[in-house]
């Protein structure tokens, strides 16, 4: 639908080991099976969670191998990154991942991010008061970044990992509320599941399609009034 990867497309995987990541890597290298791409596959250490971090390389390496896909690794001390710019963990992190993407990944990064991902991004966006784009989400493209399972929940892609009996990590630091984003996804949107009996995260997706519709006539309509001026 997205027209992601075409023929000849060079696909670089950012696999950290957890499900998400993991899920997506096999899929895509089914559908080199379907449409003839080069596929890769990037890690980043982020040096957050000490001999964990080194085990969660070391799985990364062994899950390329076995599915002969290229692997390229780096690592990045986050914490003290963070430090340096004065910014949260996450944003630090998030910047060091695509700076390395920019420089080091000549072709499309492919990230794991999920319709339950989107759904907390959106409200997120929802509780920093933002505007009509705040409410699109997480795009399916943007630039050369390419999210096939964006439209995926998280609950079928366990699913599939599971009847295929596929390996993963579990980062412990998804379960910290201190995060905004956990704390989202642990303690709010169940809350709300529970209180409306309505899958929340379903409701928040089908708003911003409906949102996303509604911006796209704006534009148009904005940029024939503008050509007309």
């Known amino acids: 639908q997205e027209k992601m990867i075409n023929k000849d497309d060079t696909v670089w995987v950012a696999l950290s080991g957890g499900p998400d990541s ?3 890597l096999n899929l895509l290298n089914e559908y080199r099976k379907v449409v003839k791409f080069k596929l890769k596959a990037v890690h980043i250490n982020h040096m957050l969670r000490g001999i964990r971090s080194m085990e969660d390389e070391a799985f990364c390496k062994s899950l390329c191998e076995g599915l002969k896909i290229p692997l390229e690794t780096f690592k990045v ?4 990154l963070s430090e340096k710019e004065k910014s949260t963990i996450e944003e630090a992190g998030r910047n ?3 700076a390395i993407f920019e420089s080091n990944c000549r072709g499309k990064i492919a990230l794991g991010h999920n319709m339950d991902d989107n759904a907390e ?6 509780l920093r008061g933002c505007g009509i784009e705040g409410l699109y989400g997480i795009r399916p ?8 399972l ?7 892609i366990h699913e599939y990992l599971r009847a295929h009996d596929i390996k993963y990590i579990i980062d412990e630091s998804n379960e ?3 995060f905004m984003r956990n704390k989202l996804r642990h303690q709010v949107i169940p809350f709300l599941d529970k209180t409306t009996s309505k899958d929340t995260a379903e409701m928040i997706i089908r708003m911003s399609r409906i949102v996303k519709k509604d911006g796209e006539i704006i534009d148009e309509i904005t ?7």
């Open 176 to 178: 910290d509320t201190a």
């Open 141 to 148: 493209v943007s630039n050369n970044m390419i999210r096939p």
């Open 150 to 156: 964006i439209n995926i929940r998280k609950s079928q």
């Open 22 to 24: 993991v899920c997506l």
């Open 121 to 126: 991004t959106i409200l997120m966006n929802i």
């Open 96 to 98: 060091a991942r695509y």
């Open 223 to 229: 940029d024939k009034k503008y050509s007309e001026a």
């Open 77 to 80: 001390d986050v914490k003290k």
